[in-house]
């Protein structure tokens, strides 16, 4: 039963008529939304692979308009200390090397799904992330892995273990400067 007072009226009709006065500069530099732009994703499923991993993205994010996003997609929410803990370790050190970069760790009963989800909500352009042995075996590949593939709408790139020798061609369906 209170009126607003008579300023915040005003307020409402400057509103309402898209006053120009009300318009607000952007106060985001223009390299900040870049980076949020030109980010690469990588996702750590296997400890022992992080460092080839790295070994692939942080050349890609030398550039100072990337940032390098760690993550891991843990089962339980009982891991995800631990999980969260490890990733900062991995973080720092790449701060330490003058890389860019966040890390968070996520439970996920369906890794495929929030990896592509992930991808699409941080607007990533390449999704990094080691694949099972299993890709190069007879029949289909990991359920995951599909989805990630048909669903992740930027360019994805899986590491195969070296000890893994493809029986048939290795198939790159896209060509890159980088």
Do not use: M
Not at 5 to 10: C, D, G, I, R
């Amino acid at each position: 039963g209170i009126d607003p007072s008579p300023a915040l009226q005003e307020l409402e009709r400057a509103i309402l008529r898209q006053d120009p006065s009300l318009a607000v500069a952007a106060t985001a530099h223009a390299g900040v939304r870049q980076v949020a732009e030109r980010s690469i994703l990588v996702a750590i499923t296997n400890e022992t692979q992080v460092d080839a991993l790295l070994a692939v993205a942080e050349p890609l994010v030398r550039e100072p308009s990337r940032v390098l996003i760690l993550t891991r997609l843990v089962p339980v929410a009982a891991e995800l200390r631990i999980s969260s803990a490890w990733l900062e370790e991995r973080r720092s050190a790449l701060e330490a090397r003058g890389v860019v970069a966040r890390a968070a760790s996520f439970t996920a009963t369906a890794p495929g799904a929030e990896l592509a989800r992930l991808a699409t909500e941080l607007d990533v352009e390449l999704l990094v992330a080691d694949a099972p042995d299993e890709l190069l075996a007879e029949g289909a590949p990991d359920e995951q892995l599909t989805v990630v593939l048909e669903q992740t709408p930027c360019d994805v790139a899986l590491l195969v273990s070296r000890d893994v020798a493809p029986t048939g061609p290795v198939l790159v369906p896209f060509g890159g400067a980088e």
